[in-house]
């Protein structure tokens, strides 16, 4: 399974680093997708990194989000900076087996729990 972890209470402006750690198998050979839902709304893709470790930003990530693997923590980290109100809601981890997906939400499954992110001053 994936846990993501990390979420808090930041100031506007402010920076977080999320972690979506596996456990059970190992995160070789799996592109993991980093996700959010703000309430109300759908959830939409914002970062992910593919199996050999291409990256695709969505508009939420691009210029202050960075996405990162460590293979020998069975963990893939996102770091978020100069971060907005609008940032706001639940971020959610899942992977998929190989590579080519992009961040297409429909390819992705074993969402794990979520981690909650508020910026507020």
């Known amino acids: 399974q994936l846990q993501a972890s990390g979420g808090g209470l930041v100031q506007p402006g402010g920076s977080l680093r999320l972690s979506c750690v596996a456990s059970?198998?190992?995160?070789?050979?799996?592109?993991i997708g980093w996700f959010r839902q703000a309430p109300g709304k759908e959830r939409e893709a914002v970062l992910c990194?593919?199996?050999?470790?291409?990256?695709w930003y969505e508009d939420p990530a691009k210029g202050r989000f960075t996405i990162a693997r460590d293979s020998a923590k069975n963990t893939v980290y996102m770091h978020m900076y100069r971060l907005k109100p609008e940032g706001t809601a639940m971020y959610f981890c899942?992977?998929?087996?190989?590579?080519?997906?992009?961040?297409?939400?429909?390819?992705?499954?074993?969402w794990g729990r979520g981690t909650q992110v508020t910026v507020s001053s």
């Open positions: 059970g198998f190992s995160l070789e050979g799996y592109s």
């Open positions: 990194i593919s199996s050999t470790d291409g990256t």
């Open positions: 899942a992977r998929a087996y190989g590579s080519g997906f992009g961040c297409a939400m429909s390819s992705y499954d074993s």
